[in-house]
């Protein structure tokens, strides 16, 4: 049974129509995204921390939260390539991104919102788990910035790091397969993983694969003890061939709603610096050596700026 598992995948569903017309598969994500060991952050403490909501008015599909996202400038956001590789293809779907979020399913006097005006998926990204992971989104407006809503930087282009990180996310609390899902913010502190230590951790699970997708661009965090993960529920579902081209056709992955959200740390001047983009991870979640995987933002520094100069 494979073992990898992507951070978020849409699930494929019926939605009736109230016209009583034929249903159409649309894809929406669910939030049952686990941040083991986490707890609810403080409501203004990361500012940076945006949600990915995708709706479709003509097809009466309203908002839903399927990603997250780190708010670069008020204008721009970063998240995962597959939050837009794997979002419904269907006419009329659309991005939209809310800042100053602290508990999701009520409106707060400190969100603001904002459509996606385009999306541009880092070229070499080929879907699915993999390297290059990573996406920009630009919005029709900028968003007013203030004490809730504010962006995080940028680390030096192929910089490293060590210490450790701050994971942020929506989702659920439990150690369990039976999701707990609080609507508040949560927060977690995680070691950063030396990319060696990480690389043999998954080599040494994923024997039976025959393939690591780890990749130089990629930062790692555990512990490798279980007790803190970015971690989803196992959702079964009948899948044509992989993209990484295992062999076989059923597989576990996960339903979850904060891929591409961010992990952090304090850089030296005291600010806030966006090291990590939430992109894969292993199942069983929370499991001993089964580091969590974010595409490696200092890699991408240089076409980040380029998009966004050019854009």
Not at 228 to 252: G, V
Request: proline share 7%; aromatic share 8%; hydrophobic share 35%.
């Amino acid at each position: 049974m494979l073992r990898i598992l992507f951070l978020v995948l849409f699930i494929v569903f019926d939605i009736p129509h109230n016209n009583g017309s034929e249903s159409e598969l649309a894809l929406l994500a669910e939030r049952p995204t686990r941040i083991v060991g986490g707890e609810d952050a403080e409501q203004g403490r990361h500012p940076w921390q945006v949600s990915l909501h995708w709706l479709n008015k003509k097809r009466g599909i309203q908002p839903r939260h399927v990603c997250g996202g780190t708010l670069l400038t008020a204008g721009w956001v970063l998240t995962a390539g597959h939050c837009k590789t794997l979002s419904p293809k269907r006419p009329g779907g659309q991005y939209l991104i809310y800042a100053g979020k602290h508990e999701l399913g009520i409106t707060e006097d400190t969100e603001q919102s904002r459509l996606v005006q385009e999306t541009f998926v880092y070229p070499d990204y080929k879907g699915s788990v993999g390297p290059y992971d990573i996406a920009l989104m630009k919005l029709e407006e900028p968003f007013e910035l203030n004490d809730y809503i504010s962006t995080a930087s940028l680390p030096y282009p192929e910089e490293m790091h060590s210490g450790s990180a701050v994971l942020t996310g929506w989702g659920s609390v439990s150690r369990t397969r039976r999701p707990e899902s609080p609507e508040v913010l949560q927060a977690a502190t995680l070691p950063i993983l030396d990319y060696e230590e990480c690389r043999e951790a998954l080599s040494d699970r994923l024997k039976k694969e025959g393939r690591n997708p780890l990749h130089p661009t990629n930062i790692c965090t555990g512990p490798l003890d279980g007790s803190q993960s970015a971690c989803k529920r196992k959702f079964e579902m009948l899948i044509p061939r992989f993209p990484l081209r295992f062999h076989i056709m059923k597989f576990n992955v996960v339903l979850q709603g904060d891929s591409g959200g961010p992990l952090v740390v304090t850089n030296s001047f005291d600010m806030v610096e966006v090291i990590g983009v939430v992109s894969w991870g292993l199942f069983p979640c929370g499991g001993r050596n089964a580091p969590s995987v974010y595409t490696r933002v200092s890699a991408f520094v240089t076409w980040i700026h380029r998009i966004m100069l050019n854009h």
